[in-house]
């Protein structure tokens, strides 16, 4: 939308994971040299584990790229909350191999035929688990039961577990021993810091294409690695949107002022509307009818709004006093419906209860 206003050949902080935009961090770089490593070992598990859009599968696709892949057979597992024989099953779905209705023996004997014949043809068979941390200890361990296939002395599976930090948690547990001595190698993405958040913001944009335009302030670098906290998916969601903000106004230098604006927009988006909601009043206006209401706000209940009063921004205090305004509105409308009920209801009675004293 905004690639040919800064004059950029494409689109520069996509959320979608691309190996192009690639950006050598000193924990990416770590990362990398231990994947090398395992690839040439061609055994055993690598570990690969990161906090939500740290890079981790960019980093993958990288190093699946520069893999020759008439050599390389590559099976892509998603896990979600699946049991153990579950991920045998999505393991062979995985290498389009059929398991389908078979019982456990059949299916192992099935996907060890299927690595062997990969092998025979001079192929390796590659394994990427996707959100690992969702595997139950037991599905791990089947995985490593496949591990033990092999032929001539040679691994007939190597896999990749790609998940978030709580999956080492899983393969710290004395039950994971025998897991761990197939680990090939391991490695964790952190955060980038604040010199490296600058440099992936600039290498992006020259990755795009981009010769002279945009141009940042520089008190906005600090601001944006503040908001991320270095998370390079953050940083995209941000720096997509600054650029969508100067597009907007006709700006190619933005500043720290800009930043803020977008943290500001982002805030109120993302806001949880404060109860009681207008809709839930009118709900139960039309489920009451003309039936009163008495709205009761005593003294503890009082402190607690001044105290989340308090709390908030100035504006976030205007819009809360405007919608508890149009709340008391409408409570002192119900009110007045009401007491206009019960007036009628009292003219009603009492002809009744005197005819019937009669």
């Known amino acids: 939308m905004y690639e040919a206003f800064y004059g950029l050949s494409s689109k520069p902080f996509q959320l979608s994971p691309d190996p192009n935009f690639y950006f050598g961090s000193k924990q990416h770089r770590r990362a990398k040299a231990y994947l090398d490593y395992g690839v040439l070992r061609n055994d055993g598990f690598i570990v690969i584990t990161g906090e939500i859009g740290a890079g981790k599968t960019t980093l993958l696709r ?41 019982q456990k023996s059949e299916l192992l004997m099935t996907l060890e035929a299927f ?54 948690g899983i393969l710290a547990r004395p039950e994971m021993e025998q897991f761990r001595q197939r680990v090939a190698a391991t490695c964790h993405i952190g955060p980038l810091d604040e010199d490296e958040t ?24 600090p601001a944006i690695y503040k908001a991320s906290q270095g998370i390079p998916r953050r940083i995209n969601s941000l720096c997509d949107r600054l650029l969508l903000l100067g597009f907007m106004a006709g700006k190619t230098h933005l500043a720290l002022a800009d930043v803020q604006e977008v943290l500001r927009d982002v805030e109120s988006e993302t806001a ?31 402190s607690r709004l001044d105290g989340e009063l308090t709390a908030l ?30 007036q009628k209801l009292v003219k009603a009675v009492r002809p009744t209860t005197t005819e019937t004293r009669e």
Do not use: W
């Open 198 to 221: 600058q440099r992936y913001i600039e290498h992006r944009l020259k990755c795009a294409g981009a010769a002279g335009k945009p141009t940042f302030e520089a008190d906005a670098f």
């Open 62 to 102: 990288g190093l699946l790229d520069s893999l020759n892949r008439s050599n390389v057979v590559i099976g892509n597992l998603v896990t979600t909350q699946l049991d153990a024989e579950d991920t045998l099953r999505m393991v062979g779905a995985a290498f389009g191999v059929r398991v389908k209705d078979l």
């Open 272 to 302: 949880v509307p404060v109860k009681p909601t207008a809709s839930k009043l009118d709900d139960l206006s039309s489920l009451t009818g003309d039936v009163e209401i008495d709205l009761d706000l005593r003294d503890s209940e009082m």
């Open 313 to 342: 921004s100035q504006a976030q205090q205007l819009e809360r006093f405007q919608r508890l305004e149009a709340s008391l509105q409408r409570l002192e409308k119900i009110n007045l419906q009401t007491l206009g009920l019960l």
């Open 115 to 168: 690595f062997v014949s990969q092998v025979s043809l001079g192929k390796r068979c590659l394994l990427i688990v996707d959100e690992a941390q969702n595997l139950s200890a037991r599905a791990v361990e089947e995985l490593r039961m496949l591990s033990n296939f092999q032929f001539s002395n040679q691994s007939l599976l190597q896999t990749f577990l790609v998940g978030q930090p709580e999956f080492r």
